[in-house]
């Protein structure tokens, strides 16, 4: 069975500053990856999706992810956080039809 | 476009008293769909899970149960609530066949008394 690490629980950057989350999956094949993210009390949004192709995925709100496929990591970054980033972010898998795992989240703080 | 809707957003309940969390998804037809449950610092645990009309999928055998008595429609209940059922309560869809790509809705958040 698929499952996802997020080592890193909460994370507090200053606005401004580049941001990392990162993410490790564990899976046999190929996986489907996943970047989501929750403000508070609501829904998870999709920030961007890896199924196949070019490595380093672009999403929303100005966010990338890269996969690599030796160190199992699929990786959240942006260049240039806003306070308005601040919220919960998920990793997830996909391995096949139907079934997602998510990562247990990790909580970004940003400091003016 | 596609939209999905919950209600109600926010619950109070005393402990042994029934719940009806309801579901629904517009603009997509035969979707998948999802019943997640989120405690905090437990990320997201997946309950249920439709691919049809009447066909569930139950992931963690619990007092709780779900039902699909219309394509876009999809219901989480329970007869007698614990305690232990407080908690966030996540729907999603996708897209009928692969790749999984999940949409979620706004949540309900749940408090057993």
């Known amino acids: 069975a698929q499952s996802v690490t997020q080592p890193d629980i909460h994370i507090t950057v200053s606005e401004g500053a580049s941001l990392e989350l990162r993410c490790n999956y564990s899976?046999?094949?190929?996986?489907?990856l996943f970047w989501y993210v929750q403000s508070p009390g609501q829904g998870l949004q999709l920030l961007l999706k890896?199924?196949?192709?070019?490595?380093l995925v672009q999403g929303i709100k100005g966010f990338e992810a890269e996969f690599k496929r030796s160190q199992s990591s699929f990786n959240l970054r942006k260049p240039s956080v806003h306070w308005s980033d601040a919220a919960e972010y998920f990793c997830?898998?996909?391995?096949?039809?139907?079934?997602?795992?998510f990562g247990i989240g990790t909580k970004l703080q940003v400091i003016p | 476009s596609q939209t999905i809707h919950q209600w109600p957003a926010t619950l109070v309940q005393p402990v042994g008293s029934p719940l009806s969390l309801e579901c629904t998804v517009e603009?997509?037809?035969?979707?998948?769909l999802y019943w997640y449950r989120q405690a905090a610092g437990r990320g997201l645990q997946l309950l249920f899970y439709?691919?049809?009309?009447?066909?569930i999928s139950s992931e963690v055998p619990q007092n709780l149960s779900a039902s699909r008595p219309q394509d876009r429609q999809f219901i989480l209940s329970s007869k007698k609530l614990l305690l232990s059922d407080s908690g966030f309560y996540l729907c999603?869809?996708?897209?009928?066949?692969?790749?999984?790509?999940?949409?979620f809705g706004p949540g309900t958040r749940l408090l057993v008394l």
């Open positions: 999603a869809w996708s897209s009928e066949g692969g790749p999984e790509t999940q949409y």
């Open positions: 899976y046999g094949a190929t996986p489907y």
């Open positions: 890896y199924f196949s192709g070019d490595t």
């Open positions: 997830a898998v996909g391995a096949g039809y139907q079934k997602v795992t």
């Open positions: 603009g997509t037809s035969n979707p998948n």
């Open positions: 439709s691919v049809g009309i009447g066909q």
